[in-house]
């Protein structure tokens, strides 16, 4: 009968990859850390900010806060609260930006910005962020600059940023 059989797949000796040979080519496992990669200096502290999620936490924001309004995005301050960071909440309507994509991308652009920024802001404020205006036609640059200049602006406005 006309069965081939299949041929062996066995290395001459001199070929064959030992465990010794494998260390050699990549000498980090998995979950090392690469010597060459740098630590964050033992003075680099990061501020945690705390995520506003509770309905009547944003109701009472909005209704006591002090508001600062800018063309695409609003700022509603609450000062006083016990927290060692600010906290902040993020509210993106669907006139603002129709497609979830586009309003899970501003939710973590304005998350980034107040984590960058958490050292320069008061301790204990409170920070509920409404994203009202046009932001669907412009690209992801141009809204990411947009969104940060104007948090940028209103934050000082507002009187919670250094």
Request: aromatic share 6%; no cysteine; hydrophobic share 30%.
């Given at each position: 009968s006309g069965e081939k059989k299949p041929k062996d797949k066995v290395k001459p000796e001199n070929?064959?990859?030992?465990?010794?040979?494998?260390?050699?080519?990549f000498p980090f496992g998995?979950?090392?850390?690469?010597?060459?990669?740098?630590?964050?200096?033992?003075?680099?502290?990061?501020?945690?900010?705390?995520?506003i999620a509770r309905s009547t936490e944003f109701a009472e924001i909005f209704k006591t806060g002090e508001r600062t309004r800018?063309?695409?995005?609003?700022?509603?301050?609450?000062?006083?609260?016990?927290?060692e960071g600010p906290a902040v909440g993020i509210a993106v309507s669907k006139k603002a930006?129709?497609?979830?994509?586009?309003?899970?991308?501003?939710r973590r652009l304005i998350y980034a910005y107040f984590r960058e920024h958490a050292e320069l802001l008061e301790k204990g404020v409170k920070v509920v962020v409404r994203a009202a205006?046009?932001?669907?036609?412009?690209?992801?640059?141009?809204?990411?600059?947009?969104?940060?200049?104007?948090l940028g602006s209103l934050t000082k406005k507002a009187g919670?940023?250094?």
């Amino acid at each position: 009968s006309g069965e081939k059989k299949p041929k062996d797949k066995v290395k001459p000796e001199n070929e064959k990859e030992t465990r010794v040979s494998r260390a050699q080519q990549f000498p980090f496992g998995k979950g090392d850390i690469k010597p060459e990669t740098q630590k964050r200096p033992e003075s680099f502290i990061r501020v945690k900010i705390k995520h506003i999620a509770r309905s009547t936490e944003f109701a009472e924001i909005f209704k006591t806060g002090e508001r600062t309004r800018g063309k695409t995005v609003s700022l509603y301050v609450k000062r006083g609260g016990e927290e060692e960071g600010p906290a902040v909440g993020i509210a993106v309507s669907k006139k603002a930006a129709s497609r979830a994509v586009r309003r899970n991308y501003i939710r973590r652009l304005i998350y980034a910005y107040f984590r960058e920024h958490a050292e320069l802001l008061e301790k204990g404020v409170k920070v509920v962020v409404r994203a009202a205006g046009d932001l669907n036609g412009s690209g992801k640059q141009a809204l990411s600059r947009v969104i940060r200049e104007e948090l940028g602006s209103l934050t000082k406005k507002a009187g919670i940023r250094a």
